[in-house]
């Protein structure tokens, strides 16, 4: 059979996703809601909010969806998966965690716990509350800095505060406990600093069997050398060069089967991506944040890498065919480079025209995130703006394809880093 299908989300994951899933001999249409200025290139774009149910639902009815493919957490969040399960929708094959499974992003004390129970390496950590803030403050006494505060719940991918100074640490506890990230910082969770380099894994899961995809290393910091605030994703890399035979193995052993476990145990309801954000503390790997999605800009470079049929995996989640292995890589290096609009992530302005050069080599492609068409025209519409992704041979030559096109496309602001992969060797 073929799917009509829908993909949720309006960045440069979804433009991948779009990019992918179109390829599949299995897509027959393809939606995408709200989708961006290059997703339209792969099928129709839904102009609807992703927070309104009864419309998406009306759409997955009058087009005759079979497949719903969930890109950005908030709708997992927010229920939609379990919206999804009531009997006039229950034949669609929904990718993504209901909202329960979904608090292993939606909640850190939620899946600081689950991590407890079935020992997958992570951080120590405390749950502090305005009852044991007092346990919360001896934690940190009797903590080495830098000291790690979490909100608990979203709060927009600020909830995280890395301090050096106990006495700063113990004011900012009281300020989040006090409000300072609305209910998101009600319970804060205190972990142990670890530190070693980051690098993220992600597998597609039916809650029992999984395959993982290429892992990939994303630079959040605005400013080259990992300097400045911390940003949604300047850029990305795949695979990552320290990811070896023996790192490979002990993510899967002590992490992922332990993790799949864990979901299969608790009877969760997981047909979807999980993304394990990992950081390498010496030779071991530790969980530093799960997410129930792709990561963005990682996206961009781990499914053109991807050597698989991507429907058919999703496909294989709901046949219970899934086998537990790695994916299939093209052998090429990923590189993602992310223009973004002056001033981000801090204030910047939209609605700036893009312009693009005639020709983009074939080992090229260029993601819309923060775009949309207007006429003829494609505007800037948000603080990341397009990811350029280039594969090649070599890491360097990646470098250099991805940052040739990313000096011809061109608007008022453009910014990007150049160093992306600058502290990983071939
Ligand atoms: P999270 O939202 O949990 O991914 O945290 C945001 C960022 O904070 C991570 O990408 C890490 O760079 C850093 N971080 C979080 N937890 C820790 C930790 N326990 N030790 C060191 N760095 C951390
Ligand atoms: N690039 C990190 C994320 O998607 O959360």
Redesign the pocket.
Known sequence: MSYNILLLGSGGREHALAAKMSESPLCRTLYIAPGNGGTGLYGTNLDVSLSDFATLERYMLDLNIHMVMVGPEAPLVDGFVDYCKKPTLSHIRVIGPDQYAAGLEGS?AFAKKFMKTYQIPT?GYLEVTQNNIDAGLEFLQNNPPPY?L?ADGLAAGK??L?IDDLEEASLELKNMLNGKFGKASDTVVI????DGI?FSVFALTDGQNYVILPQAKDY?RVGEGDTGLNTGGMGAVSPVSFFDESLKQKVEEKIIKPTIAGLAAENMWYKGFVFF?L?KVGDEPFV??YNCRLGDPETEVVLPRLDEDLVHLFEKVFDGSLENRYCHEKQDTAVAIMLVSGGYPGDFEKGKTITFPDIIPDDVRVFHAGTTKSGDQVKTSGGRVIAVTALAPSMDDAVASALQVAGQIDFDGKYFRRDIGFDLKD
């Open positions: 850190k951080a790690v979490k909830g995280v890395i972990e142990q600093f670890l980051e959040k954000g950081i530093i944040e």
